[in-house]
């Protein structure tokens, strides 16, 4: 439960920007392009993508504690860089240091709670830890909101960011225990996926094992790549599709939360159901909710009909989030799953840079509604490469 505290801070620490940084990017910055103003997005997603591969690597070298301590620290700068940056290019440059310190802190929280629980209880353990995290996020962007609409977009919404920095360090310093040792006594016990899965593979075969040549893990990495393509578009566009009809900051602020507050709420439920029921057809089905959610924004209009939109993509996107990571783990062996997760969230988080991209390039073209309908369809797509990819009984193993 400490690590769900930690996690909780790591995602309020996302969330300071979720509302905010949108609108600072026309009103402040003045940037007229969908692809200039979404550049904070795509350095966040490469930079965290990155950081994730390496963070899996580096807490089987040296335990998951230092990792996740040296991901706080290397937060610290990031309030005051948002409040101050004079210029656009320090707003990317907060961005690539956030998606460093999220790459170390999430993946950390992620590995060590599938160190402590074991096979029986990961979806419920990856449940709490994703709820946690964006509950964290959309606690945090309703709050932005409301402190922007009363103090301005700088520097209120950016002060709360630091405080979680400042008490996220604090408990990973003084409270947090390593859990490296859980992983190796699980290891002793572990069945094999199948014969290619076993405990002696290097970072090269975890990669390509991960990546590309088992069923499952190939599929999980492409799903969860398209649901952060799409949780890019909906953190850099929607915000300025809402505020171009009209909508108020604080009626934004709550659109911008509660995404990811039924999203984080919801895998309380769809994470623990996953270890009963099964993760591909979870897995499956969340994508295409989440595609007719995309849909509904996209011809929708209006606070309704969008609220409704939002809810539909938090519901989906939580059938899917917690049972991804819960999937790996299924697979991974014990010796090799912190760089399986890496792997992954690698994948998983260059989403975020890909949606950024694509999301941008289409709404300049063509227009915000079309860009979310291009999005729509490729997670429906996703959805079905799951359907058909995926092995359905690795977590009965």
Same mark, same amino acid.
């Given at each position: 439960?400490?690590?769900?505290?930690?996690?909780?801070?790591?995602?309020?620490?996302?969330?300071?920007?979720?509302?905010?940084?949108?609108?600072? =990017?026309?009103?402040?910055?003045?940037?007229?392009?969908?692809?200039?103003?979404?550049?904070?997005?795509?350095?966040?997603?490469?930079?965290?993508?990155?950081?994730?591969?390496?963070?899996? $690597?580096?807490?089987?070298?040296?335990?998951?504690?230092?990792?996740?301590?040296?991901?706080?620290? @290397?937060?610290?700068?990031?309030?005051?860089?948002?409040? *101050?940056?004079? $210029?656009?290019?320090?707003?990317?440059?907060?961005?690539?240091?956030?998606?460093?310190? &999220?790459?170390?802190?999430?993946?950390?929280?992620? @590995?060590?709670?599938?160190?402590?629980?074991?096979?029986?209880?990961?979806?419920?353990?990856?449940?709490?830890?994703?709820?946690?995290?964006?509950?964290?996020?959309?606690?945090?962007?309703?709050?932005?909101?409301?402190?922007?609409?009363?103090?301005?977009?700088?520097?209120?919404?950016?002060?709360?960011?630091?405080?979680?920095?400042?008490?996220?360090?604090?408990?990973?310093?003084? =409270?947090?225990?390593?859990?490296?040792?859980?992983?190796?006594?699980?290891?002793?016990?572990?069945?094999?996926?199948?014969?290619?899965?076993?405990?002696?593979?290097?970072?090269?075969?975890?990669?390509?094992?991960?990546?590309?040549?088992?069923?499952?893990?190939?599929?999980?990495? &492409?799903?969860?790549? @398209?649901?952060?393509?799409?949780?890019?578009? =909906?953190?850099?566009?929607?915000?300025?599709?809402?505020?171009?009809?009209?909508?108020?900051?604080?009626?934004?602020?709550?659109?911008?939360?509660?995404? +990811?507050?039924?999203?984080?709420?919801?895998?309380?439920? $769809?994470?623990?159901?996953?270890?009963?029921?099964?993760?591909?057809?979870?897995?499956?089905?969340?994508?295409?909710?989440?595609?007719?959610? #995309?849909?509904?924004?996209?011809? %929708?209009?209006?606070?309704?009909?969008? #609220?409704?939109?939002?809810?539909? *993509?938090?519901?989906?996107?939580?059938?899917?989030?917690?049972?991804? #990571?819960?999937?790996?783990?299924?697979?991974?062996? +014990? &010796?090799?799953?912190?760089?399986? @997760?890496?792997?992954?969230?690698?994948?998983?988080? %260059? %989403?975020?840079?890909?949606? =950024?991209?694509?999301?941008?390039?289409?709404?300049?073209?063509?227009?915000?509604?079309?860009?979310?309908?291009?999005?729509?369809?490729?997670?429906?797509?996703? %959805?079905?490469?799951?359907?058909?990819?995926?092995?359905?009984?690795?977590?009965?193993?």
């Amino acid at each position: 439960m400490l690590l769900v505290a930690v996690n909780a801070l790591v995602g309020g620490t996302l969330g300071q920007e979720r509302t905010v940084l949108p609108l600072l =990017a026309g009103e402040v910055f003045h940037l007229d392009q969908y692809t200039g103003a979404l550049t904070y997005i795509l350095a966040f997603g490469v930079a965290k993508a990155a950081t994730n591969y390496f963070a899996g $690597t580096l807490s089987d070298r040296y335990g998951r504690k230092p990792v996740l301590v040296a991901g706080w620290l @290397v937060a610290l700068p990031v309030p005051a860089m948002l409040i *101050l940056g004079p $210029t656009w290019s320090w707003i990317v440059a907060a961005n690539v240091i956030l998606g460093v310190s &999220q790459g170390l802190t999430w993946s950390t929280t992620v @590995v060590m709670k599938m160190d402590l629980v074991g096979p029986e209880r990961r979806g419920l353990a990856m449940g709490f830890n994703e709820a946690a995290g964006y509950l964290g996020v959309a606690g945090t962007a309703l709050f932005t909101g409301y402190l922007a609409a009363s103090y301005g977009l700088r520097p209120a919404p950016f002060l709360l960011g630091a405080a979680y920095i400042a008490l996220g360090l604090g408990l990973s310093v003084l =409270a947090v225990k390593e859990t490296h040792r859980h992983a190796k006594t699980e290891a002793a016990n572990h069945v094999d996926a199948h014969a290619g899965a076993g405990a002696a593979l290097s970072t090269r075969e975890v990669f390509t094992l991960t990546s590309f040549r088992d069923r499952s893990l190939s599929a999980v990495s &492409q799903a969860g790549l @398209v649901n952060n393509l799409n949780d890019g578009l =909906a953190w850099g566009l929607f915000p300025v599709l809402f505020a171009a009809a009209g909508l108020s900051i604080e009626r934004i602020g709550i659109l911008a939360a509660v995404y +990811p507050a039924v999203w984080g709420a919801v895998q309380l439920v $769809t994470g623990a159901a996953s270890d009963r029921l099964g993760r591909k057809w979870l897995i499956a089905g969340g994508m295409v909710v989440q595609a007719v959610g #995309l849909a509904v924004v996209a011809a %929708g209009n209006g606070f309704g009909v969008w #609220l409704a939109a939002v809810v539909l *993509l938090g519901i989906g996107t939580a059938m899917v989030y917690p049972t991804l #990571l819960a999937a790996i783990g299924d697979v991974a062996h +014990p &010796q090799w799953r912190a760089r399986s @997760v890496g792997i992954y969230r690698l994948w998983r988080d %260059g %989403g975020f840079a890909a949606g =950024a991209l694509l999301s941008g390039l289409l709404a300049d073209a063509y227009g915000i509604p079309a860009a979310i309908a291009v999005v729509a369809a490729l997670t429906a797509a996703s %959805g079905l490469v799951v359907a058909v990819r995926m092995r359905g009984g690795d977590h009965l193993r």
